[in-house]
């Protein structure tokens, strides 16, 4: 792979962009609330922007150029995926955007906690140290993770509308004092070498063009000794490029969670090495024996139920709920309640989710392989 260019940053066309974009709808209760406060204008403006890369770009006529373009705008790209999905994140999933493992009858929201509290488990985080988020959302495994640990957290987000949301929240849950949420390109990193005892990211630098760039700025900020605890998603070993179906799945997960380039599992283990980390702890928790898969809440499958409370979660995504929110979504932008695009962004995320089932299945793919890795000591 050719050398990666990074995007040059510009704040202030960022937060200009999320002013008129978004507004106060950061102040928002989120989800469908914050959705109808937005700039048309602006939005088909990000629409056009993240789109230019899916349109007519299927998987079988994907091209080295194609995937090059992309990797070449991942900042961007990444940004305005998440101003036209967070809203729909949060409506449909929650504060943390991330998958977990499931323990028998295991209600979903303490799930998705207990996965924080493992990560920062086994990192050995304490009360007291400082620790960079990369990634962080809206912020909510950094506010888990901080009352879990009592660590004093920084997230770091390329995403205005999100750190907005992220800071609001942590106010209102009396965090303010433990957490603080900062705009930056996690490519090339504006803190200092050093500075932070542990840093960790949960299923967020997927969207880096080069893991081994991404991982090379993470070993930088920490200090020596300091300890990186990372959920990668990647294709496994059973992953091959060259069957047509497999590339499909990639490709479907891909432009469903705005992604740029997604890497296999050798390929994440090799780049942390060469970062300079002394790897500790690699596992495909995917592959644990859990009572029910990370995927079931996507799956539409009501034999996966625990009980009768997760009827919506699965009726959601069988046919008919699809088909319904379909709809809904699409009457909202007929009566110009909701901007156009949001029926189209909707819909992606759906199919992405055929492709996160199908790719969990097969064991494709993983969105949770676990590295905790160590800074020598200088």
């Known amino acids: 792979m050719a050398p990666i260019a990074l995007e040059q940053e510009d704040h202030t066309r960022d937060a200009a962009f999320n002013k008129a974009l978004h507004g106060k709808s950061a102040k928002e209760r989120g989800g469908f609330r914050s959705m109808l406060n937005k700039d048309m204008t602006a939005h088909k403006a990000a629409s056009d922007d993240y789109w230019k890369h899916w349109d007519a770009k299927a998987a079988a006529d994907e ?16 940004r305005h995926y998440y101003n036209l999905a967070t809203d729909l994140y949060e409506q449909g ?3 943390s955007f991330h998958f977990c493992r499931f323990a028998l009858s295991e209600p979903f929201k303490q799930a998705i906690a207990r996965h924080e509290h493992y990560l920062a488990h086994v990192m050995g985080m304490t009360e007291g140290m400082r620790v960079l988020d990369v990634g962080c959302g809206v912020g909510g495994p950094a506010r888990e993770i901080a009352k879990f640990t009592g660590a004093k957290i920084v997230g770091l987000n390329n ?15 009396g965090l303010g004092d433990q957490l603080s949420f900062v705009k930056g390109d996690f490519m090339h990193m504006s803190f200092p070498d050093n500075t932070f005892d542990q840093v960790y990211a949960i299923e967020a630098t997927v969207h880096a063009p080069s893991l081994e760039g991404i991982y090379s700025q993470i070993y930088r900020v920490l200090k020596p000794g300091g300890v990186f605890g990372v959920y990668e998603w990647l294709m496994t070993d059973k992953y091959d490029d060259s069957i047509p179906h497999h590339r499909d799945v990639r490709l479907g997960i891909e432009q469903g969670d ?11 283990l090799a780049a942390i090495k060469a970062a300079g980390f002394e790897l500790e702890i690699n596992e495909d928790l995917a592959d644990r ?3 029910r898969p990370w995927y079931w809440p996507l799956s539409g499958d009501f034999k996966m139920m625990d009980s009768l409370w997760e009827v919506l979660t699965i009726l959601r995504l069988t046919r008919y709920g699809r088909s319904a929110v ?5 009457a909202l932008e007929t009566i110009h309640l909701i901007p156009n695009g949001t029926q189209k962004t909707a819909d992606s995320l759906a199919l992405a989710s055929d492709s996160l089932v199908a790719g969990g299945r097969e064991k494709l793919f ?5 590295m905790v890795a160590r800074k020598p000591m200088a």
């Open 93 to 95: 999933w929650g504060e």
């Open 258 to 268: 705005g992604i740029s380039n997604m890497e296999k599992i050798e390929v994440a």
């Open 326 to 330: 379909h709809k809904f979504v699409g």
């Open 289 to 291: 024996p859990d009572p």
């Open 159 to 173: 995403n205005d509308y999100q750190i907005e949301r992220a800071t609001n929240y942590s106010v209102k849950q």
């Open 63 to 78: 091209t080295p150029e194609t995937r090059a373009a992309r990797r070449n705008e991942y900042a961007t790209l990444t």
């Open 366 to 370: 993983t969105p949770m392989y676990l």
